[in-house]
């Protein structure tokens, strides 16, 4: 199985911040890696696939990068809005494995 | 507007039974791999199964295996979760999840089930 490690777990930060997270895979994944954000008590949304691809209606702010088994997710300007969990999943292979999220809070 | 909605959770003693259900609307259900994803209380997301268009192609979590069996009706739109031999570490809220083709792109709200005697 493929594991999937996100850092940091958690993280403070204030409104207009640029905010990266990243996504360590166990094994290289060749971009087969989608993010998500999820607010409490709410599904998981999906920002990103391909690593860097911005699924349709989110905001430019967000982008992806990286290749091989690391991965990150930037927030250019973090807007109030943003502060969610964030997971990286890969879909290289199966079993399908999700990171075990970053919390983004207020600072 | 693509819908999945999620019914079928509950409370339930250990070693019980649940069949979940999703129906799905909005989009050509036969057309799309489908999924279950879950998330215990206050923690994160755990890809539970997988099933392919045609159910040619169905995959299991290992936690899961052998108690859990998933299924679709394309002709009622909808996707099946059946677990059996339930524990309390499958407390959890469980999503139904579209997949193209293997990662998340739209989710259902969840239902919530719970293993306690």
């Known amino acids: 199985d493929i594991q999937m490690t996100q850092s940091p777990s958690s993280l403070s930060a204030s409104v207009g911040d640029r905010v990266t997270i990243t996504c360590r895979a166990s094994?290289?994944?060749?971009?087969?890696l989608a993010w998500y954000q999820q607010k409490p008590g709410k599904a998981p949304n999906l920002l990103l696939y391909?690593?860097?691809r911005l699924e349709s209606g989110v905001p430019s702010r967000f982008s992806g990068s990286g290749s091989g088994t690391d991965y990150t997710l930037t927030i250019s300007s973090l807007q109030p809005e943003d502060f969610a969990t964030y997971y990286c999943?890969?879909?290289?292979?199966?079993?399908?494995?999700f990171g075990g999220g970053t919390k983004v809070e207020i600072k | 507007e693509v819908q999945l909605v999620e019914s079928g959770g509950g409370l339930v003693k250990p070693g019980g039974s649940l069949r979940l259900s999703c129906a799905a609307s909005?989009?050509?259900?036969?057309?799309?791999?489908m999924n279950w994803v879950r998330q215990a209380p206050g923690k994160g997301l755990e890809w539970v199964s997988s099933?392919?268009?045609?159910?040619?192609?169905?995959y299991y979590a290992d936690s899961l295996k052998g108690r859990i069996t998933i299924s679709r009706d394309n002709a009622k739109n909808s996707l099946y979760l059946q677990m059996s031999s339930l524990r309390a570490e499958d407390t959890a809220v469980y999503y139904c999840?579209?997949?193209?083709?293997?990662?998340?792109?739209?989710w259902g709200q969840g239902t919530l089930v719970t293993v306690s005697s």
């Open positions: 999943q890969q879909y290289y292979s199966n079993p399908l494995t």
């Open positions: 999840a579209r997949a193209t083709p293997d990662y998340f792109d739209f």
């Open positions: 909005g989009f050509t259900f036969s057309s799309y791999n």
């Open positions: 099933i392919s268009t045609s159910r040619s192609y169905i």
């Open positions: 094994q290289g994944i060749t971009n087969s």
């Open positions: 391909a690593a860097s």
